[in-house]
């Protein structure tokens, strides 16, 4: 772990950081550790390949506390122990209050949520990009390519990019590789709201080949990810009979064959409109 903040401490700010390289241990040891009610803010950094045997966000775990994130990029974060959620970051505990603002996540692994896993509080992600993250879970609980959802959470989500994100599968061989698997149980190629109980708002984002092959290279290469197989939602799954929904002015590219950009499993409200050519 290279920064633990745990206690109410306020206006604390992290500016610059690079981040390189560390792996990370359990629970809890992300990266940096935000928990007890302090309130931070991180800007202007860089985290690389960070966090890879970490359970609870590669990056940075926040835990019933408040943090702002700013202008930062998340390259290859893993968090790949079993049951781990969001590679990049983790948001826990029903007072948690995270903002994500222009930041970059791309390459991040994780089981639940390849760069985003909140399992509680509120969660603002507005002007950042998501590119070839990833989550590795295959059972019906797993999926969420960029971001996963569940339990007691509030989410917003606007003004955002979505490409070639993916649910399940597997990550091996050089670095930042994914291979294919077939007769996936994850559902979610980008975002998955898995029996939420709150509510969440999908604005003004773009969602772009997820869960397609793309970048396919013969043997594999750093960087490549070789996906084309999911269960339910190439972009979006949302289940829930308490969870409040609106998805409103987004675009979407056309569907594999035989799938829908958005599943709903026995959700409770949903409000959409304008999102282009879409299947759901």
Same mark, same amino acid.
């Given at each position: 772990q290279v920064i633990n903040i745990n206690g109410t401490f306020t206006n604390i700010n992290l500016e610059g &950081?690079? &981040?390189t390289a560390s792996l990370g241990a359990g629970a809890t040891l992300p990266n940096i550790n935000i928990a007890g009610g302090a309130s931070v803010t991180i800007k202007n950094s860089f985290f690389k390949c960070s @966090?890879? %045997? =970490?359970?609870?966000?590669g990056g940075i775990l926040v835990n019933a506390s408040t943090a702002? &994130? +700013?202008n930062t990029v998340f390259y290859q974060n893993e968090s790949s122990s079993s049951g781990a959620y969001g590679g990049a970051l983790q948001v826990i505990g029903a007072s948690a209050n995270v903002t994500v603002t222009n930041c970059t996540f791309n390459g991040c692994i994780s089981q639940r949520g390849g760069a985003i896993g909140q399992k509680a509080g509120t969660l603002s992600v507005s002007g950042s990009c998501f590119s070839n993250n990833f989550s590795e879970e295959n059972t019906s609980g797993g999926g969420g390519g960029a971001i996963y959802v569940e339990g007691s959470s509030n989410t917003t989500i606007s003004n955002c990019s979505f490409d070639t994100n993916a649910a399940s599968g597997n990550s091996g061989g050089s670095e930042g590789v994914i291979?294919?698997?077939? =007769?996936?149980?994850a559902d979610g190629g980008a +975002?998955?709201?898995?029996?939420?109980t709150g509510t969440a708002s999908i604005? #003004?984002?773009?969602?772009? #080949? %997820?869960?397609?092959i793309q970048n396919v290279a013969s043997g594999g290469v750093k960087g490549s990810i070789v996906i084309n197989d999911f269960d339910d939602g190439q $972009? &979006? /799954? /949302?289940?829930?009979? *308490? +969870?409040? !929904?609106? !998805? #409103? %002015?987004? *675009?979407?590219?056309s569907a594999n064959p035989g799938e829908v950009n958005i599943f709903? $499993? @026995?959700? =409770?409200n949903q409000t959409m409109s304008n999102n282009g050519i879409y299947t759901h």
């Open positions: &950081i690079l &981040i @966090g890879l %045997n =970490g359970s609870a966000g702002v &994130i +700013l291979t294919m698997v077939s =007769g996936s149980s +975002l998955c709201f898995r029996t939420v604005t #003004n984002s773009s969602f772009l #080949n %997820n869960a397609k $972009d &979006i /799954y /949302y289940s829930g009979a *308490s +969870l409040n !929904i609106t !998805i #409103n %002015n987004n *675009s979407f590219s709903e $499993d @026995g959700s =409770g």
